[in-house]
C-alpha cells in the first residue's frame, strides 16, 4: 500500500510541474510577442527611416558610409558627413535655385566675400547654385540624429559640387576645381530582410554586399573579402536578395523613438 501511494505522489508531482512548464512557456511567448513586433519592412515609416542610412549613389555624400566592419554611431561619423547626409534628405522643392553672373576677369561667381564657385560647365557666363536655409538642413538633421547641428561646415556633396555655409544658409554649386579617382567604380547591392519594434526602438535587418573589379567586400569602410562570393560572381551575375542572403554581411541598424518620430542610433554587423 506504502509503495502505490508513493507512485500516485510522484506521478501528481511530474503533471504539476508539466503544467507550470506549459505556462512558463507561455508566458515568455506572451512576453516576445509584445516585446517584438514584426513590421512591413515595405511601409512608408521603414523606407523613410531606411533612407536616414545613406543614397545608393555612391557619389553622393561619399557613399554608404553607415555599413562599416565594426559599431557606426553618431560619434564615429564624420560630421561634414552627417551634414551632408541631411542635406541630400531635403525634399528638392525646399532648396532655391539661383543664377549669379560671372565676374568680369574670371569664370567664376562670387557670393559675399568669401564663396566663390565655377560657372555652369566651367564656360558660361552665371552660375547656377542652389540655396537652402541651414534651419532647414538642421531641421532634417535632428529627424536623422535626434540633435541640433553643433558646427556647420562645408561639405562636398559630390566630386563637383560643394556647399559652403554663410549667414544661416547653405550655398551649393561647381567647384573652382576638383580631381577625379581612376579605376573601377564599385557597386553596392542591399536589401532589407526584417523590420522589428521593441518598445522605444526600431530594428531594420539588412543585407550588404560591395563589388570592385568583380570581388566582394563585406563592408563599404572596409577592405575585408569574400572570397567564396568573388570566385562565385562575375559581370553576369544578377544580385537578388537570394544572392544577398547567401553572400552578403547582415547589418542591424537602431533607431530610436522621440516623439512620433525615430532617429538613428546605430548600425553594426551582425550574425
Known amino acids: 500500500m506504502k509503495k502505490k501511494e508513493k507512485k500516485k505522489i510522484n506521478k501528481k508531482n511530474i503533471i504539476i510541474v508539466l503544467i507550470g512548464v506549459i505556462i512558463l512557456v ?3 511567448v506572451i512576453i516576445f510577442m509584445f516585446k517584438s513586433k514584426s513590421l512591413n519592412p515595405e511601409s512608408d515609416d521603414i523606407i523613410k527611416i531606411y533612407n536616414y542610412l545613406g543614397t545608393n549613389d555612391l557619389d553622393i555624400c561619399n557613399g554608404l558610409y553607415a555599413y562599416d566592419e565594426n559599431e557606426v554611431n553618431y560619434d564615429t561619423l564624420d560630421n561634414k558627413w552627417r551634414i551632408c547626409n541631411a542635406y541630400n534628405n531635403l525634399n528638392v522643392g525646399e532648396e532655391t ?3 549669379i553672373d560671372k565676374t568680369k576677369k574670371d569664370n ?3 557670393v559675399g566675400e568669401n564663396i566663390t564657385f ?11 547654385i542652389s540655396k537652402v536655409s541651414s534651419e ?6 535632428k529627424k536623422i540624429y535626434g540633435r541640433d547641428i553643433e558646427n556647420y561646415e562645408t561639405f562636398d556633396y559630390n566630386d563637383t559640387t560643394i556647399c559652403y555655409y554663410e549667414d ?18 564599385p557597386s553596392t547591392y542591399r536589401s532589407i530582410q526584417k523590420a522589428v519594434q521593441n518598445d522605444d526602438e526600431i530594428i531594420i535587418y539588412d543585407y550588404f554586399l560591395k563589388v570592385v573589379n568583380n570581388e566582394c567586400l563585406t563592408s563599404f569602410t572596409g577592405n575585408t ?7 562565385d560572381y562575375n559581370e553576369d551575375t544578377k544580385i537578388n536578395y537570394s544572392y544577398l542572403k547567401k553572400y552578403g554581411t547582415r547589418y542591424k541598424h537602431t533607431f530610436k523613438k522621440s516623439g512620433d518620430d525615430y532617429y ?8
Open 168 to 185: 544661416d544658409y547653405y550655398y551649393c554649386g561647381l567647384k573652382e576645381s576638383y580631381t577625379t579617382t581612376i579605376g573601377a567604380e
Open 26 to 28: 507561455i508566458i515568455v
Open 118 to 128: 565655377a560657372t555652369d560647365n566651367y564656360n558660361s557666363d552665371v552660375c547656377t
Open 136 to 141: 532647414e538642413v538642421n531641421s532634417e538633421y
Open 264 to 271: 538613428w542610433v546605430k548600425s553594426e554587423p551582425s550574425s
Open 97 to 99: 535655385v539661383i543664377k
Open 108 to 110: 567664376n561667381c562670387s
Open 225 to 231: 573579402k569574400n572570397d567564396e562570393c568573388s570566385t
